[in-house]
């Protein structure tokens, strides 16, 4: 096998986004089907749409409250439970902070904290938008990672938190959730099985 084949699905997303939440949910069976390990990056769109122009959909008029129709939608579709599709502002970096602290000593434990905070905030409707209940949310998960949530206002956490919303940006990541695989972007949940195909049948 080539290098190529081993290199990982890059998942980009932002605690705050329903539609990576969707896709937490599906984008680790697929990499399963093609092969691929997953890479988990948490990111801060409110940057990201600094730079870009845009908005959160939350306050887009229309759009706005169509997505929230379409992920209840999609949620009842994966047969998963659904209680919000806007959580509170501060959702984004309280976890994204306590993700890169974890991430700093265990790229995998990092993502079983995204996987289940993510599952916590939108599945469940837990406030999870300030610091202390996002450290307290990582305790769950045991001593290691309530260890390390501990330092997610150490420097070298908030240095991950910056560059890897800055190298996102670099790479055109303009939204989330959004994938990177063999250098091929796919933007939203809705692209998982055509970035599926582009593994299984592409490039095309």
């Known amino acids: ?18 539609y990576a939440w969707l896709a937490s ?50 949620a009842r579709h994966l047969g998963l439970a659904f209680v919000t599709a806007t959580p509170a502002a501060g959702t984004s970096l309280s976890l994204a902070r306590v993700f890169h602290a974890i991430a700093l000593s265990d790229a995998e434990l990092a993502a079983r904290f995204a996987r289940e905070a993510l599952a916590a ?5 837990e406030a999870l938008d300030d610091l202390e209940s996002a ?12 260890d390390a949530a501990c330092d997610a206002l150490s420097p070298a956490a908030r240095e991950a938190l910056r560059a890897a919303t800055a190298e996102a940006l670099a790479l055109g990541v303009f939204g989330a959730p959004f994938f990177v695989v063999d250098g091929e972007p796919f ?9 599926e195909a582009w593994l299984r049948e592409g490039p095309w």
């Open 1 to 18: 096998m080539t290098d190529a084949m081993h290199s990982p699905i890059t998942f980009w997303f932002d605690f705050g986004s329903p």
């Open 25 to 74: 949910t599906q984008v680790e069976a697929v990499a399963a089907r093609c092969g691929r390990p997953v890479e988990w990056r948490a990111i801060l769109l409110g940057v990201i749409f600094r730079e870009t122009g845009m908005r959160p959909l939350a306050e887009q008029r229309l759009r706005g409250d169509y997505a929230r129709r379409d992920v209840a939608r999609i």
């Open 121 to 125: 905030v939108f599945a469940r409707g």
């Open 135 to 146: 450290k307290a949310f990582a305790a769950r998960l045991g001593r290691e990672a309530d």
């Open 187 to 195: 933007w939203g949940q809705d692209r998982l099985p055509m970035l």
